[in-house]
């Protein structure tokens, strides 16, 4: 098959490919209209960095389908109907093929193996001494959830290309994150050795001995299926790196970590970072919408200058030490009190794991004590968002005078080059070292080690006393490089290099 | 300098050398004899791992100098006299010269940079969404502590060395653990670029990632030190390996895995692992000793088969998970219940740090847990004895069927070692993958994930059930192993490289 490759044209631009875009979210959700659901099918549109993302590469390739998992009860019909008639859903300009799991192979999937277990070994957030406590547990979540879901979707992008594929076509599947680690495996028993094959995953990739925390046959099995594919992406070098190193050191392959290449006996792995960006125009055209001009009101009224925290309610995201450095700011520079108010828009995730609980509680307690200590009747020193405020979080891009992004660590953080393209005051970015992010925007922020409190705290008082003209130059080229390497350039690139393999130029 | 070393014989045999050990804890301690300690100067030799490896290398360089902190009252006289006179403490076969340190400093270099940061970094024991809070306070522990006392220690080598030595005589420094990272660049800045310095740590050395929790300043300043040593020494490939990559991507040198060797543009460092080890015929000995053959009546009465450990009670030894694992064993198994004893000698540890409170806390939470549990009147199936009876673990070391060394991360683990070579029950060590000692002993042992609960348990239970001759066998060749390479190859393998290396050849 990899011969018929040839005539491709170079730029992936020719109809002798066929795309599938594979990830466990997908870009709509169906439900019926009516209070019993018994109306006419309605859809809603996904929102979130992922999705933008990947409908990016849709533009590129119009013919291409997109396979998810069916969330809701009408999903489901929807994955039924595509069963039988073995033609994808088309909306606006989508064809999707939704994927229904058995309810418990699901839960098992993502709330016991996914979002816990992998999340928490590449973030690092385990507290080894006592977490994770692995065991049958675990190999259950594997073998019932993880496993099965996978071999769904390989089934479903088998079928799917089995009735739409053309004379002459090679399919490009590209699979996105960490839900799906075992898909190349399985498309690769499917396929065959034809297929081209690239995994994303959009979280970071931990060291070696980091990933040795999993059982091993996590650990091996997730590294020999990504190891089917023709390419793994990341975000950024470290990750790729990592990946390379992991690879070689728990399964003994050969890997070119200056290079990026992995050597196995059947193929050559590209191991390539792709930092994702976002659409400036998107972001554009929001800031100026009804709803983020209504949001704006709120978020001008706040008094004095604007310190700024957008994010999802994860223990990766270093919310405690953050308002730990606010209040050493506070402490330590007196004349910043009733000056700064501290916005931080969180938006609730994950509320089931106990470990998101108490760490929503610990946020609280420390909101409550700062707000306590130092809040007067007209100034509260935080003003703490627990809710999914989209439009809140736009009108306080375009006005924070400072953007604290302090992850301990994070796959990329879009946040920081969102508020970036938008931001009306020149605004000055605090980056952790730690997020994806720090690669491409580390020069022209201020940067931290997340775990410093003092040094945080500092870099804020900083942000808010640094000359007028050096936070309109960094401002400016912050701007400068995220638009320069928006999410068109991301889809682009992943294109060239796939023409580039030497698999799609058959040699 | 190094041109005049080339007439040195090649295993640096001859008297042109003049070696100084230095370490924090020394040899020995002394007290002054008669209630109010008016009376005579006493002393007690010192025991523990570390301190018998470096008498090794002492037997082997008699004119040695060993040069270690002042503890006690009497230790700080000792100290004074030897800096009034110049010339070392003579005890026994020692030569010591002790350093008095300013006592805030020395608290703020031992109860909060090493102990807690230094030891936490290299073993990955933080909560890292949590845990640390650096700050301003690390940053007193490094200036007033952590630096003071390295040039305290700098100071008084150079004093010995100038007080001591010979026409022609090279020194040659070798630097112990994480208390005295900063030595080999204060040692530089006192005795120039002819003096051969070597730095073993102890303790596991992190990947990069995990080695920048730490302030900058500290993770930059540390390795630069480390790269004026001219061997920079660990127990494990791992280590060495991590180490080399920390240096080539924290300050950018050239660094070559493979061959262990960094080039920085003043001199070569080798980066080899030598894997500390024991005496075996002082444990031999140890075995007949009086005081053991007592504890051994305590040991024997114990019911049914011994599971044992000995540790040191550290976040690093994962204590509680074994529990975990052995309430699960005895779940799983219920013919094991009665059949069984689990003695858990856990010598107490650093109890004022915090986490090592609660972490004592668990413990014994766990152990009261299992036995309210499991426990009738004619068995404990948890004996926990929290103080420090070495003789008893010496006889316990010879009656375990099993021995469960299950640490998240631990640099050699000695005991398994020690266990091994006076064990009179072909006793199976279970073993984490996680102790340095794995890259030795790892095939010979029953191995396990630390992690995983399931899999300790299933561990056990094989241990208890294993064939008699298979577990002759594996115990025969893990008491070869260690005994081939005891603690006189240890002190043998460095000093070969010292003779190899091309700043001792004068190439």
Not at 200 to 220: A, K, Q, T
Not at 366 to 382: H, L, Q, R
């Amino acid at each position: 098959m990899v011969a018929q490759a040839e005539g491709v044209n170079v730029d992936v631009d020719g109809r002798d490919a066929r795309f599938v875009v594979v990830s466990n979210r997908g870009p709509v959700t169906f439900s019926r209209s009516g209070s019993e659901g018994s109306g006419e099918r309605e859809y809603s549109r996904g929102a979130g960095g992922l999705v933008t993302a990947l409908n990016a590469v849709l533009r590129h390739r119009r013919d291409a389908v997109w396979i998810a998992s069916a969330i809701s009860e009408e999903d489901a019909r929807v994955a039924e109907e595509a069963l039988r008639d073995g033609v994808p859903y088309e909306v606006e300009d989508l064809k999707v093929v939704l994927v229904e799991h058995e309810g418990e192979a699901y839960d098992l999937m993502y709330n016991h193996l996914a979002n816990p277990l992998l999340w928490f070994v590449q973030h690092g957030l385990y507290n080894l001494p006592y977490t994770p406590e692995l065991g049958d547990s675990t190999k259950r979540a594997w073998e019932e959830g993880y496993i099965p879901v996978n071999e769904n979707f390989a089934e479903a992008v088998a079928r799917t290309l089995e009735a739409s594929a053309q004379e002459g076509e090679e399919p490009v599947i590209l699979v996105h994150d960490y839900q799906l680690y075992m898909l190349p495996l399985f498309l690769r028993e499917r396929l065959g050795d034809g297929a081209f094959i690239s995994l994303f995953s959009h979280i970071p990739w931990p060291e070696p001995d980091h990933w040795r925390v999993l059982p091993e046959y996590i650990r091996e099995d997730v590294l020999r299926s990504l190891l089917k594919a023709d390419v793994v992406a990341f975000h950024t070098h470290r990750y790729a790196r990592n990946f390379a190193r992991t690879a070689h050191e728990v399964l003994n392959v050969e890997a070119d970590e200056e290079e990026g290449v992995i050597h196995t006996r059947e193929r050559e792995v590209w191991v390539r970072p792709y930092p994702i960006s976002i659409d400036p125009d998107e972001f554009k055209k929001l800031a100026q919408s009804e709803e983020v001009l209504k949001e704006e009101e709120f978020v001008k009224d706040l008094p004095g200058k604007l310190l700024l925290r957008v994010d999802r309610m994860d223990l990766s995201k270093n919310v405690v030490r953050g308002f730990a450095a606010y209040a050493r700011m506070l402490e330590r520079y007196p004349d910043t009190r009733g000056e700064v108010t501290f916005l931080a828009q969180l938006q609730p995730s994950r509320g089931d794991i106990p470990e998101y609980a108490s760490y929503a509680r610990a946020i609280q307690r420390a909101v409550d004590e700062i707000n306590e200590k130092y809040g007067t009747d007209s100034w509260e020193p935080i003003v703490l968002s627990m809710e999914d405020n989209f439009p809140r979080s736009v009108a306080a891009y375009k006005n924070y005078d400072a953007l604290l992004v302090n992850a301990v660590r994070d796959g990329m953080n879009l946040v920081a080059k969102e508020a970036a393209v938008i931001n009306e005051r020149d605004g000055v970015l605090i980056l952790s070292e730690n997020a994806g992010a720090y690669e491409e925007l580390g020069e022209h922020a201020l940067t931290v080690n997340p775990f410093d409190i003092d040094e945080q705290a500092v870099k804020i008082y900083e942000a808010f006393n640094m000359p007028d003209d050096e936070r309109t130059r960094r401002a400016e080229v912050l701007r400068q490089t995220v638009i320069e390497n928006d999410i068109e350039e991301w889809v682009k690139a992943q294109l060239k290099d796939i023409a580039a393999h030497p698999k799609w130029r058959g040699t």
